[in-house]
């Protein structure tokens, strides 16, 4: 969703991933300091003004929220996530938004080195037995919070110090099964 282009993402992914095209993101994807995944006023204009209008089908933005599609049900719904992005561009102060989520890619990486494949597999075969029981939101990464859920949790705590360290003021919205690993 991130990457900077002017057409529709799901257009630019597919190039992208098929090397057709190179594409830079508005934020890292392998960051060393905090300002490589921190979308300041110019990034944060960009998104709103080719991302989402450009991209109708995935991402709409009315005047109090921001609607995403959801991957499952094909339909747009409320996004808190991506809530501060629209309150920065409505706001004629600068605000600075910072993705403390780890990129997905070193996330797999450390999750293939770090869990058992045995586990993974039965991590699998649960996800898809909940989809067909009609759970289709179910997150393998519950049943096994210690192995999968808390090394994102410490990435996110440690993104947060580091901004409580450069800002005056950090609001930090983290997931509900996050928090107890943050504290």
């Known amino acids: 969703m991130f990457l900077r282009s002017s057409q529709p993402f799901e257009q630019s992914w597919v190039q992208f991933l098929g090397g057709l ?4 993101f508005l ?9 490589d995944i921190t979308l300041n006023r110019q990034k944060t204009a960009y998104f709103m003004e080719q991302t989402v209008r450009n991209n109708p089908a995935y991402l709409e933005s009315g005047p109090m929220f ?17 809530q501060p992005l629209l309150e920065s561009y409505n706001n004629s102060r600068e605000r600075n938004i910072i993705l403390g989520e780890p990129g997905l890619l070193k996330y797999i990486d450390y999750v293939a080195r770090k869990v058992d494949k045995s586990v993974l597999k039965n991590l699998f075969q649960e996800k898809i037995a909940q989809h067909y029981n009609d759970q289709p939101h179910f997150d393998p990464l519950l049943l ?8 994102k949790s410490l990435y996110l705590a440690e993104v947060a110090r580091q901004a409580m360290l450069s800002y005056r003021k950090v609001l930090v919205l983290v997931d509900s099964d996050t928090h107890p690993f943050i504290a």
């Open 144 to 151: 096994r919070k210690d192995l999968l859920l808390q090394p």
């Open 27 to 35: 934020v890292s994807t392998n960051p060393f300091y905090l300002q």
């Open 66 to 82: 921001m609607y995403s599609q959801d991957p499952l049900s094909q339909k747009l719904e409320c996004n808190c996530l991506l």
């Open 21 to 24: 095209k190179k594409f830079q």
